[in-house]
Structures are given as structure tokens and as C-alpha cells.
Nanobody, 123 residues
Framework: QVQLVESGGGLVQPGGSLRLSCAAS????????MAWYRQASGKQRELVARISSGGSTIYAISVKGRFTISRDNAKNTVYLQMNSLKPEDTAVYYC?????????????????WGKGTLVTVSS
């Protein structure tokens, strides 16, 4: 099993910044893609940003130019730097990781999710 623990959420004024972190621990041989998703109240969960093991990134159009995803492979951690925050960025942010781990002598890839951290952008 793998645990993903997010941190860094909170209340911030419009135009402000926050940095989210997500640390993975447990049965990890390697971590492939890592990503951040978000879910606003009454809406479906959506992809915010994704980063490959080699550092290639993709972003949702709504956050491109304002958010930056990065990772520290030595620490099994992914970050989301969020700048110029807007009220519409208010949501629960979830960490996601595609992890390879040994299970019963076989290397298996499993998708894991964190429990989420709330980001509220309001004056």
C-alpha cells in the first residue's frame, strides 16, 4: 500500500499564493506520473496539472501561467505552486500518483489518491 499525504491548503485572498505538497510513502519501487486534481462544490473532479517522472508537464487551460507543478523524486513528493489565485480556484485539491510496487513477487502499477486539502480563495 502507498499513502499520499497532502499539505499546504488554506484560506488566501484573491491574487495571493499557496504551495501545496504531497508526499508519497509505503510500497514504492518507482513513481510514474504524479498529478493534482481539484473538485469544487457541486462540480466534477478535474485535472489541474500532471508531471511525468522525467519532468514533462501539462496544465489545465484555466491555470496555465499561474500554477506550476514540480516534483522531488528523491523525496517522492510533488508540489503545486499556485499564484494569482482567483475565487474560482476554490476547491478541494487531490494528489494522484501512478506507483509501481512489488506485490507477491510481481511489479504492479497502481493508481493512488490522497484525501485532499481544501483551498479557499476569498476576501
Amino acid at each position: 500500500q502507498v499513502q499520499l499525504v497532502e499539505s499546504g491548503g488554506g484560506l488566501v485572498q484573491p491574487g495571493g499564493s499557496l504551495r501545496l505538497s504531497c508526499a508519497a510513502s509505503g510500497n514504492i519501487f518507482s513513481i510514474n506520473e504524479m498529478a493534482w486534481y481539484r473538485q469544487a462544490s457541486g462540480k466534477q473532479r478535474e485535472l489541474v496539472a500532471r508531471i511525468s517522472s522525467g519532468g514533462s508537464t501539462i496544465y489545465a487551460i484555466s491555470v496555465k501561467g499561474r500554477f506550476t507543478i514540480s516534483r522531488d523524486n528523491a523525496k517522492n513528493t510533488v508540489y503545486l505552486q499556485m499564484n494569482s489565485l482567483k475565487p474560482e480556484d476554490t476547491a478541494v485539491y487531490y494528489c494522484n500518483a501512478d506507483v509501481s510496487g512489488w506485490q507477491g513477487g510481481t511489479l504492479k502499477r497502481v493508481d493512488y489518491w490522497g484525501k485532499g486539502t481544501l483551498v479557499t480563495v476569498s476576501s
